[in-house]
């Protein structure tokens, strides 16, 4: 199917879609279409451009979508692919940016009734499967998200300038996230949410590789309430420069792995929050204003063969405070410490391993704190 190329307006209700496919095994070819919603304000933007719903190996080629809350919406649907896509210019939530500490500035990650509301250029709800590849989705709230969606991939795709995060995962397991740019997706605020790539809530066994995501809020934001933790995940080989709060967090994660990432310029480079048996290998960590990698609470945890230069503090242990016990087990080993004021700190912890790391300009080494119970230093 080809549609007929030119630049159509159009006033929708609220989740009306433009365009509904119910189909098989189909092309559909929008090079040269262009739907705009009629809304001109940001955050009263309406109706859905094109809608995928029920449909089995479905493509969409080359449409663009301007002024809507959602661009594209594919829901209940196996292996679509949305190929050269732009969705732009989605619903956006207000911002004020002369008081960080304004409520208005805070979007809820952990709340699918609050963030369903936000604008989002490409959203895959409850489908199995699929592609979304080689789109734009930027200047919008969020610009791509997998919801309740397995098995599907982000290649390539231009998520900047949203005001909240550029890829957003929600209960979605086995996708791939790879090599997108997510540039610029921040909000004002000390504890907001916004980030690069956001993954919250039953998110297991995800690969997010080779992104690009300079000047967010966060960088990468793997996160989840403590009784729906999201496992098994692999962040690697992303690079993540000037971030407002952490390069790359974590939290309430199991057996999650952070290898050869680049962070550099961020408050936090990784900030790394109850997890067990997580392994940080590999990464290059520079010119953090804080630690370069943060042990809050949490067991199990290898931090090894990474360089950490130039930062307040090389490599942080903490978490003695609250009804969690502090950091146990931890290896912290074959590392290279650079320039840092302190090459690390023990605040708290119970049988922490620590080295050989290779040290150098590092103003204090080591600082072990009386917290700590059962440190041992090769």
């Given amino acids: 199917m080809v549609l007929r190329p030119g630049s159509y307006s159009f006033t929708v209700g609220e989740d009306e879609p433009v365009i509904t496919v119910r189909a098989e095994d189909a092309v559909i070819d929008c090079s040269g279409v262009v739907l705009c919603g009629a809304e001109e304000a940001a955050d009263g933007r309406r109706g859905v451009g094109i809608r995928v719903i029920g449909s089995s190996r479905v493509r969409i080629v080359g449409l663009t979508t301007v002024g809507f809350q959602v661009g594209v919406h594919v829901l209940s649907s196996t292996d679509v692919t949305v190929e050269g896509v732009s969705a732009t210019g989605t619903r956006?939530?207000?911002?004020?940016?002369?008081?960080?500490?304004?409520?208005?500035?805070?979007?809820d990650l952990f709340d699918k009734a609050g963030w369903r509301l936000y604008g989002t250029g490409?959203?895959?709800?409850?489908?199995?499967?699929?592609?979304?590849?080689?789109?734009?989705a930027t200047d919008g709230q969020n610009g791509i998200t997998l919801d309740k969606t397995?098995?599907?991939a982000v290649l390539g795709c231009d998520c900047s300038r949203n005001a909240g995060w550029g890829i957003h995962l929600d209960r979605a397991s086995h996708c791939r996230v790879v090599s997108?740019?997510?540039?610029?997706?921040?909000?004002?605020?000390?504890?907001?949410?916004?980030?690069?790539?956001a993954i919250n809530n039953g998110c297991h066994s995800n690969e997010i590789v080779?992104?690009?995501?300079?000047?967010?809020?966060?960088?990468?934001?793997?996160?989840?309430?403590y009784n729906e933790q999201s496992n098994g995940n692999l962040i690697a080989s992303n690079d993540v420069s000037g971030a407002a709060h952490s390069a790359i967090q974590v939290a309430y994660c199991d057996g999650t792995r952070v290898l050869a990432n680049h962070v550099r310029?961020?408050?936090?480079?990784?900030?790394?929050?109850?997890?067990?048996?997580g392994c940080i290998r590999g990464n290059s960590i520079a010119c953090c204003a804080q630690g370069g990698i943060?042990?809050?609470h949490g067991s199990g945890v290898e931090v090894v063969d990474n360089v950490v230069e130039g930062c307040r503090t090389g490599v942080v242990q903490a978490g003695s405070n609250g009804a969690s016990k502090p950091p146990t087990d931890c290896r912290i080993a074959d590392n290279v410490l650079r320039g840092n004021a302190v090459g690390i700190?023990?605040?708290?912890?119970?049988?922490?391993?620590?080295?050989?790391?290779?040290?150098s300009g590092n103003a204090t080494s080591l600082r072990v704190d009386e917290a700590c119970i059962g440190t041992e230093v090769l």
Avoid: M
């Fill in 265 to 277: 310029d961020a408050r936090s480079g990784f900030y790394l929050a109850h997890l067990r048996g």
């Fill in 150 to 152: 397995d098995d599907a």
């Fill in 92 to 107: 956006t939530k207000s911002v004020n940016a002369l008081d960080p500490d304004d409520p208005v500035n805070w979007i």
């Fill in 294 to 296: 943060v042990v809050d």
């Fill in 210 to 225: 080779s992104n690009d995501l300079p000047g967010c809020t966060h960088g990468i934001l793997l996160t989840a309430r």
């Fill in 180 to 197: 997108n740019l997510c540039a610029s997706c921040a909000r004002p605020g000390d504890q907001v949410q916004a980030a690069g790539i």
């Fill in 122 to 136: 490409i959203w895959f709800e409850r489908c199995q499967g699929g592609t979304i590849r080689d789109c734009v």
């Fill in 345 to 359: 700190h023990l605040e708290a912890g119970r049988r922490t391993i620590v080295g050989p790391n290779r040290e």
